[in-house]
T-cell receptor, first 112, second 113 residues
C-alpha cells in the first residue's frame, strides 16, 4: 500500500509570496490531518478533515492559511502571503479509523 | 493546559545498552498515547500505540508502558543498535478518536558503535 505522499519536499519562497503544499493520503483514509513543526518547537496540530469536511481547524494560526480537501481525496494547504514565522516542516497524516496515524515525510518550508 | 514533556532531550549510549526514554503528560484523561520515530529528513514512523485501557505494548526490542494515573509513559529499547539512532517522539491524544495529537519535543538518541 502506498503511504502518505507530500510534495514538494522542500520549498523556499520570499516573504509575501504564496505557497501551496499538497498531501495525498492513503487511499480510503477518511481522516486527514495537517501538523507543523517550527524550529525548536514541538509538532503542533493545524487541522483535521473527515472526508471533504473540516472537522477541527482550531490549530490554524491565522487567516493566511487555507486548507482544502477536494472530493475527500488529496488536500492542499495554501499560505498567502507567507511570513518569516511560517517557516518550518509541515506534516500530513491520514487515518482510516481515527486511532492510528500514518505520517508523510513532510514539506520543509523556508520563507526568506 | 495539556502538555507533553520528554526527558532527556538528547541521549548518547554505546551499542548494546538497554535504555529508557521518558514521556510525561499533564492531563491524565488521555484517549491513547503513541510513540514515533523520526529519522533526519524523513516523516514520522509509528512504533507503538497504547490505548488508555492498556498498560503496555511490545514490538520486538521495544516496549512501551503507560501509567495514566501518574501521567507517564516510558519507551524501553533493549540491546540498542546504531540503527536505532533517531529522534523519538511521544504524542498523546485526547477527546476520543477524533481528537488531535499533542506532541513532546522528542528525545534525540545516538547509539555509538
Amino acid at each position: 500500500e502506498a503511504g502518505v505522499t507530500q510534495f514538494p519536499s522542500h520549498s523556499v519562497i520570499e516573504k509575501g509570496q504564496t505557497v501551496t503544499l499538497r498531501c495525498d493520503p492513503i487511499s480510503g483514509h477518511d481522516n486527514l490531518y495537517w501538523y507543523r513543526r517550527v524550529m525548536g518547537k514541538e509538532i503542533k496540530f493545524l487541522l483535521h478533515f473527515v472526508k471533504e469536511s473540516k472537522q477541527d481547524e482550531s490549530g490554524m494560526p491565522n487567516n493566511r492559511f487555507l486548507a482544502e480537501r477536494t472530493g475527500g481525496t488529496y488536500s492542499t494547504l495554501k499560505v498567502q502571503p507567507a511570513e518569516l514565522e511560517d517557516s518550518g516542516v509541515y506534516f500530513c497524516a491520514s487515518s482510516q479509523s481515527g486511532i492510528g496515524y500514518t505520517f508523510g515525510s513532510g514539506t520543509r518550508l523556508t520563507v526568506v | 493546559k495539556q502538555e507533553v514533556t520528554q526527558i532527556p532531550a538528547a541521549l548518547s549510549v554505546p551499542e548494546g545498552e538497554n535504555l529508557v526514554l521518558n514521556c510525561s503528560f499533564t492531563d491524565s484523561a488521555i484517549y491513547n498515547l503513541q510513540w514515533f520515530r523520526q529519522d533526519p529528513g524523513k516523516g514520522l514512523t509509528s512504533l507503538l500505540l497504547i490505548q488508555s485501557s492498556q498498560r503496555e505494548q511490545t514490538s520486538g526490542r521495544l516496549n512501551a508502558s503507560l501509567d495514566k494515573s501518574s501521567g507517564r509513559s516510558t519507551l524501553y529499547i533493549a540491546a540498542s543498535q546504531p540503527g536505532d539512532s533517531a529522534t523519538y517522539l511521544c504524542a498523546v491524544r485526547y477527546g476520543g478518536s477524533q481528537g488531535n495529537l499533542i506532541f513532546g519535543k522528542g528525545t534525540k538518541l545516538s547509539v555509538k558503535p
